[in-house]
């Protein structure tokens, strides 16, 4: 099984270009997965059905979530269809497996009030300051992923048109940049991260004290930072940052496909989400002026 991995993980890195996070994803599920086949010395291509659905209820009476769970199948099911078209196994045993339905989880969200009281925070008195007050303005002007946000080269930026090129997996998106965004932006590129970079080679948009790009354990510990200075209860993530974004997009009357397109959600169906925030004001506009509301 360690050979078929291998080439498995090589056809995804290389053929489907995935990203590094999913693509890390992949290699948790599968390795966890061969771990259980050997504790069960079973080899992997003679895995049956009822194999798999007892590895499912071992990971439920661990306490796995349903998501993780879905995951592992959803991997689990990718792998065997790879060694099946490479002819390495007769049937894929996770054919007729379901996954455990996920409850879908309304998304946290700031006010804009909330977020006004947090991008004002970082203070453009020192290098981190303007650099910290830079990135958490663009993480709410662009709505942004925080691997999509560290992953950032100066040339895809262009400060002139005012816009970013996210490139996510092997596709790409530009995001157009709020002028408050774009005024933090530019001030951080002038003024602070050439002072920051230790060597003329970097090409790390947002770079950490040391000179080198950012983490995201870096940029969650920023955001933390300025959570409690600003004495907010909300729990605030990147993420949090990113699902503010579309709702108050949405709320003053942006498009949906629009936001689709700014975030880079393939199915509409995961910005549609966001529908259940839109103002009252919205909703009593619309009873009072539809003709069958």
Known sequence: MERQLKYFFNFLENDRKLSENTLQSYKRDLKQFRK??????????????????????????????????????????????????????????TQNIQSPKIEKRVPSVLTSKEVELLLEQPKDIDLKGIRDKAMLEFAYATGMRVTEIISLNMEDINLEEGYVTCKHGNKQRNIPLGNMSLKALKEYVEEAR????????????????????????????????????????????????????????????????????????????????????????????????????
């Open 36 to 93: 259980y086949l050997e504790a069960c010395e079973l080899h992997y291509n003679r895995v049956k059905e009822d194999d798999i659905k007892d590895y499912i209820r071992e990971l439920q009476e661990e306490g796995k979530k349903a998501s993780s769970i879905s995951r592992c199948i959803a991997s689990i099911r990718s792998f065997y269809q790879f060694v099946l078209k490479s002819k390495k196994v007769k049937v894929d045993p």
């Open 194 to 293: 050439e002072i920051l970079i230790k060597t003329e080679g970097e090409q790390a948009l947002f770079v950490n004290i040391n000179g080198g790009r950012l983490t995201r354990q870096g940029f969650w510990k920023i955001i933390k930072f300025y959570k409690e200075q600003a004495h907010i209860t909300k729990e605030i993530t990147p993420h949090v940052l990113r699902h503010s974004f579309a709702t108050h997009l949405l709320q003053n009357g942006a498009d949906l496909k629009a936001i689709q397109t700014m975030l880079g959600h393939s199915d509409i169906s995961s910005t549609q989400v966001y529908m259940q925030f839109q103002d009252e004001g919205i909703k009593n506009v619309y009873r009072k002026a539809h003709p069958r509301a």
